[in-house]
């Protein structure tokens, strides 16, 4: 998530992209509430539901660009990735509380918390918010779903079970076809930031390394996703609190606007979103729950051009597709004969 861009567990399927929210494995086992439904009634009620869920999960992600674009309006960037993640702990930590969970106690797992948090939250979170100072909000969402690509070339050298095809491959390449066609190479990047849009990327690459960290070191903890993601959280908001004082002076004032938008890219963003990302995977399984990363550059192109007025030009969208077709290449399976 992140963006999704979350703070997450172990993935077992670390495709699932968005604005600075790492993804969450299904669950080994699950238990239903009984419902005063007939058998005939729940599975289409549970299908609209997960659908409903779906759609404000892909809104809340798309729209979290704009809201970092805003968000830097009135704040700092490192500013507005402190209240990113600290408001986004707290909505975590309030559910943590309501459920009766508790924190995790091992040094271990704390270290390597730390290490992903800095990866997965602090690190991408702030290179989205300072390249944002000069890229539109548009192309920042469409460097952000990159991340299949990275993570797929990252993960062939990285984990010795995932084997490189020669569909993965084909989808690398055409996915970096699309980011030279978002760009303008033909044109030499003129007009395009070349610092903010790398540092986008370098965003977007920042996610596949913290989950393959997180995969070689706490796949096995026992602790729940929602405990784990707090403590991540957590540990993002003491990180970043350091950095910000020592860099950035405190704010002289707290513009609205810029403040509901840091408050919404925190709250719903960050903290919702992994709770309705989380509830996807387990009901519907990480296969459907990802493709809500091929609606987050939709939503985000559409919403940077209506609310922001960002001038879009015909590469654009047509580069997004090119990216977008390359992820998918990149995380589709072979059709096994029957």
Same mark, same amino acid.
């Given at each position: 998530?992140?963006?999704?861009?979350?703070?997450?567990?172990?993935?077992?399927?670390?495709?699932?992209?968005?604005?600075?929210?790492?993804?969450?494995?299904?669950?080994?086992?699950?238990?239903?509430?009984?419902?005063?439904?007939?058998?005939?009634?729940?599975?289409?009620?549970?299908?609209?539901?997960?659908?409903?869920?779906?759609?404000?999960?892909?809104?809340?992600?798309?729209?979290?660009?704009?809201?970092?674009?805003?968000?830097?309006?009135?704040?700092?960037?490192?500013?507005?990735?402190?209240?990113?993640?600290?408001?986004?702990?707290?909505?975590? *930590?309030?559910?943590?509380?309501?459920?009766?969970?508790? @924190? &995790?106690? +091992?040094?271990?797992?704390?270290?390597? %918390? $730390? !290490?992903?948090?800095?990866?997965?939250?602090?690190?991408?979170?702030?290179?989205?918010?300072?390249?944002?100072?000069?890229?539109?909000?548009?192309?920042?969402?469409?460097?952000?779903?990159?991340?299949?690509?990275?993570?797929?070339?990252?993960?062939?050298?990285?984990?010795?079970?995932?084997?490189?095809?020669?569909?993965?491959?084909?989808?690398?390449?055409?996915?970096?076809?699309?980011?030279?066609?978002?760009?303008?190479?033909?044109?030499?990047?003129?007009?395009?930031?070349?610092?903010?849009?790398?540092?986008?990327?370098?965003?977007?690459?920042?996610?596949?390394?913290?989950?393959?960290?997180?995969?070689?070191?706490?796949?096995?903890?026992?602790?729940?996703?929602?405990?784990?993601?707090?403590?991540?959280?957590?540990?993002?908001?003491?990180? *970043?609190?350091?950095?910000?004082?020592?860099?950035?002076? @405190? &704010?002289? +004032?707290?513009?609205?606007?810029?403040? %509901? $938008? !840091?408050?919404?890219?925190?709250?719903?963003?960050?903290?919702?979103?992994?709770?309705?990302?989380?509830?996807?995977?387990?009901?519907?399984?990480?296969?459907?729950?990802?493709?809500?990363?091929?609606?987050?550059?939709?939503?985000?192109?559409?919403?940077?051009?209506?609310?922001?007025?960002?001038?879009?030009?015909?590469?654009?969208?047509?580069?997004?597709?090119?990216?977008?077709?390359?992820?998918?290449?990149?995380?589709?399976?072979?059709?096994?004969?029957?």
């Amino acid at each position: 998530m992140s963006t999704t861009d979350a703070p997450a567990a172990p993935p077992t399927s670390p495709d699932i992209s968005a604005p600075g929210l790492a993804p969450s494995p299904a669950p080994t086992s699950t238990t239903s509430t009984p419902a005063v439904t007939t058998p005939q009634d729940r599975p289409a009620r549970r299908t609209v539901a997960w659908r409903v869920r779906f759609a404000v999960l892909c809104l809340v992600w798309g729209f979290s660009f704009l809201f970092i674009k805003v968000g830097t309006e009135g704040f700092a960037p490192l500013q507005v990735t402190l209240g990113r993640v600290a408001f986004g702990a707290l909505v975590l *930590l309030v559910f943590l509380a309501i459920k009766r969970e508790r @924190l &995790p106690r +091992s040094a271990r797992t704390w270290g390597h %918390l $730390a !290490v992903a948090a800095f990866l997965l939250n602090a690190l991408p979170f702030s290179l989205f918010a300072y390249s944002e100072l000069t890229i539109p909000s548009t192309l920042a969402s469409i460097c952000n779903a990159t991340s299949p690509l990275w993570g797929m070339a990252l993960s062939v050298v990285a984990l010795s079970e995932d084997r490189p095809t020669r569909r993965r491959v084909a989808g690398l390449g055409i996915g970096f076809l699309g980011v030279l066609t978002v760009l303008g190479a033909w044109q030499g990047f003129s007009g395009t930031d070349l610092t903010g849009t790398a540092m986008a990327l370098g965003a977007s690459l920042s996610y596949p390394v913290g989950w393959i960290y997180v995969r070689r070191t706490l796949a096995r903890d026992q602790h729940s996703h929602l405990a784990m993601s707090s403590a991540q959280l957590l540990l993002a908001t003491a990180q *970043l609190a350091l950095v910000t004082a020592l860099f950035t002076p @405190l &704010p002289t +004032s707290f513009p609205l606007v810029p403040l %509901l $938008a !840091v408050f919404a890219l925190g709250a719903l963003g960050t903290g919702v979103a992994f709770l309705l990302q989380y509830g996807l995977v387990a009901e519907v399984g990480p296969t459907t729950a990802q493709m809500v990363t091929y609606f987050i550059p939709v939503i985000a192109t559409a919403s940077g051009v209506a609310l922001l007025n960002e001038h879009l030009t015909w590469n654009t969208p047509l580069g997004a597709l090119i990216v977008l077709a390359g992820a998918a290449l990149t995380q589709s399976k072979p059709r096994t004969a029957r």
